[in-house]
């Protein structure tokens, strides 16, 4: 009888032990996706699209008296709530709809296939590389596809603070050179 009990007690505490190991490992993984949502929301918000909000407000920025209200409140809604505060400014200036203007100015529209984040190998560092592929087309033609590739940092808040090595693919300029 003791033998029973102590091979059902071992048992217990091996899966236990194996019950923790993999708590530890979900919740790893919900940090890490938890810390990616800035990234994951900025590259959606700005290569897919333009859809009909982003439409009228590039419509009607500049042509409308409320149009750099709307586009203002267009940028802060999409944008703000993912970049850190003292970045923001510059942010709007050198990545905030670069691609969906380009895309609408040439009637394309753009849609992420995949993403791919990872956090550098460096702990300490805040970093993360992304990949994306992104596909673009102008109606009734056929989607290509461009790798889009970077390195954003984040703050202590998970908030976009820097983005680094920006490689496209060549995708503005195949929105550009295509007939426009």
């Not at 190991?21 to 993984?29: F, I, L, N």
């Amino acid at each position: 009888m003791g033998r029973i009990l102590l091979k059902w007690a071992s048992l217990l505490l091996a899966l236990c032990m194996l019950a923790g190991v993999a708590a530890g490992c979900s919740e790893a993984t919900a940090k890490n996706e938890d810390e990616t949502a800035s990234i994951k929301a900025y590259l959606k918000n700005e290569f897919n699209g333009p859809d009909q909000e982003t439409k009228k407000m590039l419509d009607d920025f500049g042509k409308t008296e409320g149009g750099g209200k709307e586009f203002k409140e267009y940028l802060e809604k999409h944008y703000k709530p993912y970049v850190q505060n003292e970045k923001y400014k510059d942010f709007v200036n050198m990545y905030a709809l670069v691609w969906l203007r380009k895309a609408y100015g040439g009637g394309y529209q753009m849609k992420v296939k995949d993403m791919d984040i990872q956090k550098t190998d460096d702990a300490n560092d805040t970093a993360y590389t992304f990949t994306l592929h992104v596909d673009y087309h102008k109606e009734d033609e056929k989607a290509k596809t461009a790798k889009v590739t970077g390195l954003i940092n984040l703050d202590k808040d998970d908030k976009i603070s820097r983005i680094r090595n920006l490689d496209d693919g060549g995708l503005l300029q195949a929105m550009t050179s295509n007939g426009n």
